[in-house]
């Protein structure tokens, strides 16, 4: 079982940067894919970014390719979120998430375990 608590959420402006961290409880992190998905208002959850076990690979959605980074610290049991010239349309419900399935980290795998969530607002 692996239990996550996301933070750092918030309302910036847009074009501002912003980091959200997910802590992660449990053994097997460090061989865990994680991702990052959100969710926005009438909208369906989708793939933002994923990171294999060793933090060797990682994924991008489209949407965020070249603003967000994904990185993980194993020694810690966090995976974070740097999130650069945010957008009006960044505002989400944004979500933390495990896999045991170590090709998970493409976004392509269901994931196993879920955060409850940190909102991210951006304003123009």
């Known amino acids: 079982q692996v239990q996550l608590v996301e933070s750092g959420g918030g309302l910036v402006q847009a074009g501002d940067s912003l980091r959200v961290s997910c802590a992660a409880s449990?053994?097997?992190?460090?061989?865990?894919?994680m991702g990052w998905f959100r969710q926005a208002p009438g909208k369906e959850r989708e793939f933002v970014a994923g990171i294999s076990p060793g933090g060797s690979f990682r994924s991008y959605a489209d949407s965020v390719k070249g603003r967000f980074t994904i990185s993980r610290d194993n020694a810690k049991n966090t995976v974070y979120l740097q999130m650069n010239s945010l957008k009006l349309e960044d505002t989400a419900v944004y979500y933390c998430a495990a896999a045991k399935n170590k090709g998970a980290y493409a976004g392509k795998v269901p994931y196993d375990y879920w955060g409850q969530g940190t909102q991210v607002t951006v304003s123009s």
């Open positions: 449990g053994r097997t992190f460090s061989s865990s894919a």
